[in-house]
């Protein structure tokens, strides 16, 4: 299991956040669609249907997030804060109707260059099955290679923008 920007890759899963566990929320991108996964958004979105992907309410670094995290690093050892990790909303724009699910975070924080990475490869499963299903099965074979966790930021953005141009090639 490994994060890479916005997703988790678990095995041939893909992810877009933390692998759900039990009835906790996720969503997982498969060949077929999106599911949203966990109690109250369980459902498939096909990618026929599926106009836009991204990814909202993302815990970017920045200096004020920085603060904020010391803050609840302190409030959390002094018994007040919380320990739940942050949330993010994957709006799915489709021909019918659009929805909102909700993720988990894979990371407490994630870099600007990362962020914005994944938002470009989410646009890019949109364009066509050929795309997606090539850029899906490079992620997933990543996924059953990987064995040592997370790469570094520099790594991770490597991959990213491999899967991107992945997904560019007719």
Same mark, same amino acid.
């Given at each position: ?9 678990? !095995?041939?899963?893909?992810? $877009? +956040?933390?692998?759900? *566990?039990?009835? =906790? &929320? ?5 060949? @077929?669609? #999106? ?36 803050? !609840?690093?302190?409030?959390? $050892? +002094?018994?007040?804060? *919380?320990?739940? =990790? &942050? ?5 799915? @724009?489709? #021909? ?75």
């Amino acid at each position: 299991m490994a994060m890479v920007g916005l997703f988790w890759i678990a !095995e041939g899963d893909v992810y $877009v +956040g933390a692998k759900p *566990s039990g009835l =906790a &929320p996720g969503v997982r991108l498969t060949p @077929e669609g #999106v599911v949203g996964l966990g109690d109250r958004q369980s459902g498939l979105w096909l990618w026929d249907d599926v106009r836009a992907l991204t990814v909202v309410d993302v815990p970017v670094k920045s200096l004020r997030r920085q603060a904020g995290a010391l803050l !609840e690093m302190a409030l959390t $050892v +002094g018994g007040l804060g *919380s320990d739940e =990790a &942050p949330t993010m909303t994957v709006s799915i @724009e489709t #021909v019918d109707k659009d929805a909102e699910l909700t993720a988990y975070a894979a990371a407490s924080w994630y870099s600007q260059e990362e962020y914005d990475l994944s938002l470009t490869l989410l646009s890019h499963l949109t364009a066509g099955e050929a795309t997606l299903r090539a850029t899906l099965a490079a992620m997933a074979q990543w996924g059953r290679a990987q064995e040592d966790g997370s790469p570094r930021a520099a790594e991770r953005e490597g991959l990213l923008r491999e899967w991107i141009e992945v997904s560019r090639l007719p």
